[in-house]
């Protein structure tokens, strides 16, 4: 089986299948969402605050449904917020279709969405090792991320003819049924065929976690890396929307066309990482993060159009291998008792720094231009992974030898008497 081996557990199959649409929903809305609010404000500041009302709550949220991911029946939640998804979605696109849509209607329902996906976010994460098993999960993440990025070239470029035909109402729709699409795949899943480890303990303090993670050079070092580049790197909603209107002065096809070109790269990483279980490894993420920076910084200056969508399926490409090695060695290397926390804390720094950064990223379009913006994100990422990788070169690549156990607080011990 190979690649593809994640395929013989019937329940992923069903997810799979349903994750397909739902991912070219979600990159259609994304596209649709940054140009609505082009179209109502003609503003790069208030792309950058949308943006970060959308990632909020994962600064608040994410720690806490690694917690509910640790105590609950992932299946139901992943229904809930599934569910929430949806409701933001069509509320949107009816809005906008009754041309009844406000600035802040897409303020509110972008933090409805990040509401949900903050939540959704550490129990998906936690759920894939249920869903395939131990052995199959860095193949499973693979794969899944494949999808998600075919979902990344074909949403965005379909949103582009779609808001050019019908408006930018259309697209919202779409996700909306996406997610009910997600919703009746997960009333499907047999229960009886999840891998589901048995837990010593029922503690679900974050603390703990924090401590798990202090203690694991290898994991805070993948974390510390993966912030930066993040945070500065990973901002192509932005990145893309203000190159193709302000600098290039492109149309909404051509704008929807750079994602799924960037998709493109990004969905040949994810294909190529299914075939490197046994590379993922912090050195491995450190120097993705330093080489996915270092494309950005080039990019920034690219002369046209044509040269600027060049680089991106190489900056794509790179930036899925590292992200992917950086989810999966943290899902591997996590005791089953703590993994949901972990996750927790690894998606609220993985996602985290968005909502602080992305106001300041669109500011700085608007006041230094879009070029220097791009430049100076990805030279901070850059900095940021090679004082990481100096620090960490030697004791943060094997495992430390520290057991949940020890993380672990005693006044479970003492319930039990």
Not at 46 to 51: C, H
Not at 107 to 129: C, E, K
Not at 173 to 179: A, R, T
Not at 218 to 227: G, K, P, S, W
Request: hydrophobic content about 50%.
């Amino acid at each position: 089986m190979g690649t593809l081996r994640s395929f013989k557990h019937r329940n992923f199959r069903i997810l799979f299948s349903a994750n397909f649409i739902s991912n070219i929903g979600t990159w259609a809305q994304g596209v649709a969402q940054a140009w609505l609010i082009l179209e109502l404000t003609d503003s790069g500041s208030y792309l950058g605050i949308v943006t970060a009302l959308q990632f909020a709550p994962v600064l608040f949220f994410s720690i806490s449904g690694g917690k509910i991911a640790d105590k609950f029946n992932k299946r139901k939640v992943l229904m809930l917020t599934n569910l929430t998804g949806g409701l933001s979605a069509l509320s949107v696109g009816t809005l906008v279709l009754t041309d009844n849509i406000k600035i802040w209607h897409v303020m509110f329902f972008a933090f409805t969405l990040g509401m949900g996906n903050a939540i959704d976010a550490p129990v998906r994460q936690s759920f894939n090792v249920e869903v395939v098993g131990k052995d199959d999960l860095p193949n499973a993440v693979g794969l899944n991320s494949a999808n998600f990025n075919t979902g990344r070239l074909l949403g965005p470029g379909l949103s582009g003819l779609l808001i050019a035909a019908y408006g930018t109402g259309v697209s919202f729709i779409l996700n909306g049924i996406s997610y009910l699409i997600v919703i009746i795949a997960l009333l499907n899943i047999r229960e009886s065929d999840l891998f589901i480890e048995k837990r010593n303990s029922t503690s679900t303090k974050v603390r703990e976690a924090m401590r798990y993670v202090a203690a694991r050079p290898d994991i805070l070092a993948v974390m510390i890396t993966v912030f930066f580049a993040t945070s500065f790197g990973l901002n192509f909603n932005i990145f893309n929307t203000m190159m193709a209107t302000q600098v290039f002065d492109k149309s909404a096809a051509e704008y929807g066309a750079l994602g799924s070109i960037l998709a493109i790269g990004s969905l040949s990483g994810a294909i190529i990482s299914a075939r490197l279980e046994k590379k993922r490894g912090p050195r491995f993420v450190m120097k993705g993060s330093m080489i996915f920076s270092a494309l950005l910084v080039m990019g920034a200056f690219a002369p046209s159009y044509l040269v600027y969508a060049i680089f991106l399926p190489f900056i794509g490409g790179v930036a899925l291998l590292t992200f992917i090695g950086a989810n999966t060695m943290v899902q591997m290397r996590t005791d089953t008792q703590i993994r949901g926390r972990v996750m927790g804390i690894y998606l609220t720094v993985f996602l985290g720094g968005t909502p602080i950064v992305s106001p300041f990223i669109g500011w700085m379009t608007q006041e230094i231009g879009t070029r220097p913006t791009i430049a100076i994100c990805g030279s901070i990422s850059l900095l940021a992974a090679l004082i990481t990788y100096t620090q960490f070169h030697d004791k943060g690549e094997a495992p430390a030898s520290v057991a949940v156990e020890d993380v672990l607080e005693p006044a479970y011990e003492d319930k039990k008497d």
